[in-house]
C-alpha cells in the first residue's frame, strides 16, 4: 500500500467556532446571566468528557501503532465480513460520551479502510448505553429496556447494510 | 550488491514499527487540530441547555400517537444533553400521559440524532454520509419506537 504524504496541518471547524463565539456574544448582550451560565454548562461538558478524549487519543494512536493499515482493512474494511459488524456494533454498545468524541478515532479509521456501514453501525447501537441501563430499566421496566436493546441491535446492523446499498446505488 | 543492501535496509525500514512517542504525538496532533470543532459543538450543547428547558420541550406533544411520536424523533434530535437528561423528561412525559411510542422515539433520538452536532459531523465524514445516515437513523428511530410498543402491547 503506497503511503499517503502528511497533510500539513490545518484547525478545523475554524467557521464554526467562530460563529459560536458571536452566537455567545450576542447572548451576553442580550443577557449576560444567560451568557455566563451556558459557558459554565459548556466548560462542565468539557470536563466530562475530557477522560474519553484522552481515550481516543490514546486508543487512536495503540491502533497506529500495532495495526498496519491494511490490518485495519482486514478487520474493518471490505474483507471484514460479519467479524466486522459485530466489532462496530460491540464497540458502540461500549462507547462512552458524546458522539461527537468518537469522530476523531473513526475518521482516522475510515483513511484506513473502514467501510462506512460500519461507521453507521457504530452510531447506531451507541444508543444502548450500559452504564445507564439500570437506569432505564428504573425508569421504564426491564422488559422494556430489553425489547428496545433488542431492536436497537437489529435495527443498527440494518441501517449500516441499507447504508451501504444506497451508497452502492448512488455510485 | 550495493543496490540488494539498500533494498534490504528500505525493506526493513518499512517493516519496522514507528517509534509508540511519534504515533502519539501524530495522534495528539490530530485530535489538536479538530478542537475548534469539538469546542465548537460544546459551545453549543452549553447554549442549548440554557436557552431550551425540558418544560418547553414536554409542552410541544400534542396527545396524538403518530404525531407525538414525529415529534418525539423532531425534538430528541433537536436537544443535546446527557442520555440520563433524556430519561427524566420521558419518565415525566409518560406520566403526563404522552405515549409510550412518542417517549421511546424521543429517548432513542437524543443520542444517535443531533442536529447540533451536524456541522461537525460534514466536517468530519463529508455532507453525503452525514445526509444518508441521518435519514436513515431518522426512519428507524420511529421504526424502532413503534415496533418496541407493538411488542409491548402484544407481550401484556
Known amino acids: 500500500m503506497k503511503k499517503q504524504p502528511d497533510k500539513p496541518f490545518a484547525f478545523r471547524g475554524k467557521y464554526l467556532f467562530l460563529v459560536v463565539l458571536i452566537l455567545y456574544g450576542v447572548l451576553f448582550f442580550v443577557s449576560s446571566q444567560s451568557a455566563q451560565l451556558a459557558m459554565r454548562k459548556s466548560g462542565g461538558i468539557l470536563l466530562k468528557i475530557l477522560p474519553v478524549f484522552v481515550v481516543v487519543i490514546l486508543f487512536t494512536a495503540l491502533l497506529n501503532y500495532f495495526l498496519q493499515p491494511r490490518q485495519i482493512a482486514k478487520h474493518l474494511g471490505r474483507e471484514s465480513g460479519c467479524k466486522g459488524w459485530l466489532w462496530a456494533l460491540a464497540a458502540g454498545v461500549i462507547s462512552h460520551g458524546p458522539m461527537y468524541a468518537w469522530y476523531p478515532l473513526l475518521e482516522d479509521l475510515r483513511k484506513h479502510g473502514m467501510r462506512d456501514g460500519l461507521i453507521v453501525v457504530f452510531f447506531a447501537s451507541r444508543t444502548i448505553k450500559i452504564p445507564l ?29 441499507v447504508f451501504e446499498v444506497m451508497e452502492q446505488r448512488s455510485r | 550488491m ?23 504525538q501524530k495522534s495528539g496532533l490530530s485530535f489538536w487540530a479538530m478542537a475548534p470543532l469539538l469546542l465548537g459543538v460544546i459551545g453549543l450543547v452549553g447554549l442549548f441547555q440554557v436557552l431550551v428547558t ?53 429517548i432513542l433520538s437524543w443520542v444517535t440524532l443531533g442536529f447540533i452536532q ?29 415496533l418496541t410498543t407493538l411488542t409491548l402491547q402484544v407481550l401484556s
Not at chain 1, 432505564?136 to 440494518?158: E, H, N, P, R
Open chain 2, 54 to 106: 425540558p418544560k418547553m420541550l414536554a409542552s410541544l406533544f400534542r396527545g396524538n400517537s403518530l404525531l407525538d411520536t414525529l415529534i418525539g424523533t423532531l425534538i430528541g434530535s433537536i436537544a443535546a444533553g446527557n442520555p440520563i437528561v433524556s430519561y427524566l423528561i420521558g419518565g415525566e412525559l409518560l406520566g403526563q400521559g404522552i405515549s409510550l411510542y412518542a417517549v421511546s422515539a424521543f
Open chain 1, 133 to 161: 441501563l439500570p437506569m432505564m430499566i428504573d425508569y421504564f421496566g426491564l422488559i422494556f429496556t430489553l425489547v428496545l436493546s433488542f431492536y436497537i441491535l437489529i435495527g443498527a446492523l440494518i441501517q449500516g447494510w
Open chain 2, 2 to 24: 550495493k543496490n540488494s543492501a539498500i533494498k534490504k535496509k528500505q525493506h526493513k525500514q518499512s517493516t519496522q514499527r514507528p517509534v509508540f512517542s511519534k504515533v502519539l
Open chain 2, 118 to 146: 451536524l456541522p461537525a459531523e460534514v466536517e468530519v465524514f463529508g455532507g453525503h454520509f452525514t445526509l444518508y445516515r441521518n435519514i436513515l437513523s431518522f426512519i428507524f428511530t420511529m421504526l424502532i419506537a413503534a
